[in-house]
């Protein structure tokens, strides 16, 4: 049973930063591909970013390619979210997810955190 927890959102100032942290057990980390996804208030969830198993491959949303950055550590069995000049538009619920694969993926995850709130204010 994989398990996701997020952690490290927070309130912060426009044009700060955060960084936020997704802890896997249960499985073995490194043949998992990761991705975050975001929900904001009476929206749908989307695509922020994702990374392959061997962390040698990354994507992002437009909205947010050169400011955020994806990482992992397979040693701690984590991912990150850096997140830099954050927007009051960026304000949402992040959530974390996990698929087994080598590659990057958009969507279709399978397993999911319980999601970290961010909160930009202007």
């Known amino acids: 049973q994989v398990q996701l927890v997020e952690s490290g959102g927070g309130l912060v100032q426009a044009g700060g930063s955060l960084r936020l942290s997704c802890a896997l057990s249960?499985?073995?980390?490194?043949?998992?591909?990761m991705g975050w996804f975001r929900q904001a208030p009476g929206k749908e969830r989307e695509f922020v970013a994702a990374i392959s198993w061997s962390g040698g491959s990354t994507a992002y949303a437009d909205s947010v390619k050169g400011r955020f950055t994806i990482s992992r550590d397979n040693a701690k069995n984590t991912v990150y979210l850096q997140m830099n000049s954050l927007k009051p538009e960026d304000t949402a619920v992040y959530y974390c997810?996990?698929?087994?694969?080598?590659?990057?993926?958009?969507?279709?995850?399978?397993?999911w955190g319980q999601g970290t709130q961010v909160t930009v204010s202007s």
């Open positions: 997810a996990a698929k087994p694969g080598s590659k990057w993926y958009r969507n279709h995850y399978d397993y």
């Open positions: 249960g499985r073995t980390f490194s043949t998992y591909a």
